[in-house]
């Protein structure tokens, strides 16, 4: 079995104290890969698929993503495109950015309809989030969805995080219509109840739930910040899982990413809607303990 996280994955600059910056590399639908790497079994190929440059940092990215256990089979090039690279800013937990990303390689995930098309090829899982859609042109949206349409017309289960960056939508109504196709093509949607609120005005999560459910969707599950998880699957019906208390936020970051990977892992495994959302509600309240988006110490053991 396979599972394919596809997006962007950026340079990221965090504060290290005494004005310095240290480097990384993240990125929503990355992060959710690399967490689903370490839950799934190890018979099971976790790839990561993108654009990036043959520049010195996109070199350095590609050892990355292989160095974590990601296979690079679905990772292509640009001639003449590098990376994009954010900046943080951390302030009681909560994390503000600032992002270069004018010439990343990632933006033109869909302007190769073939190349895109062997990319998806063969997958059983394929994962994919607003962001993937935003940084994307308008044209290139329906040529990516048209392209995951097919895959999951050949058998791959989409999952679709809607992942809300206003910033990089042209509008309200450009957002809307990007989530609303995204979601028509996927089995599994991953929404955020006040997400949903501000382009949608949904009231509840079983009016998100009802929407996309009325287009496609097959299992959704609308998180809430620190209320309840309401988890829905056209087989088993609703349910709410109230997530694990946290006393203190450390880091935010990949809270919803991290969400997704344990939802989409245990529902691979055969685990029902609820459950899945216990297992992936659980993960995510202990990835925002620590700082930064990836949270190795919950896996070797190192947790204090």
């Known amino acids: 079995m396979n599972f394919l996280s596809i997006g962007e994955i950026m340079v990221e600059l965090a ?16 992060n959710t890969a690399w967490y689903a790497r370490r839950l799934l079994p190890p018979g099971w190929t976790v790839s990561y698929g993108t654009v990036i440059g043959e520049d010195a940092v ?27 690279l954010y900046m943080i800013s951390l302030k009681d937990g909560e994390r503000s950015f600032s992002y270069w990303r004018g010439q990343s390689a990632a933006k033109t995930l869909a302007d190769d309809p073939a190349r895109l098309a062997d990319m998806l090829k063969g997958r059983d899982n394929i994962h994919f989030s607003g962001i993937t859609l ?7 949206r329906h040529t990516f969805c048209d392209a995951l349409a097919t895959a999951r017309a050949e058998g791959a ?35 955020s109840l006040d997400e949903e609120q501000t382009v949608f005005d949904d009231k509840t999560p079983e009016d998100t739930i009802a929407r996309y459910a009325n287009g496609g969707a097959t299992c959704v599950a609308v998180k ?30 990949a809270a919803g990413d991290s969400f997704a990977a344990g939802f989409l892992c245990a529902r691979a495994e055969g685990a029902s809607a609820a459950e899945a959302a216990h297992r992936a509600a659980d993960l995510a309240s202990r990835v925002i303990q620590y700082r930064g988006a990836l949270a190795p110490a919950i896996f070797t053991g190192d947790e204090t």
């Open 157 to 191: 289960h989409i999952s679709f995080d809607t992942n809300l960056r206003p910033r990089l939508w042209e509008g309200t109504e450009a957002m809307r219509d990007g989530l609303t196709l995204g979601a028509s093509v996927a089995d599994t949607v991953l929404p």
């Open 58 to 84: 996109s070199e350095d990215m590609a050892r990355f993503i292989a160095g974590e256990g990601l296979s690079t089979d679905a990772l292509a090039r640009h001639p003449d495109r590098t990376v994009g």
């Open 134 to 140: 935003a940084i994307l042109p308008s044209e290139a």
């Open 224 to 253: 809430n910040g620190g209320a309840a998880v309401t988890a829905w699957a056209a087989s088993e019906g609703s349910a709410e899982i109230a997530p694990p208390r946290v006393e203190q936020v450390v880091d935010s970051t």
């Open 15 to 30: 504060p290290a104290g005494e004005g310095l910056l240290r480097q990384g590399f993240a990125g929503d639908t990355f």
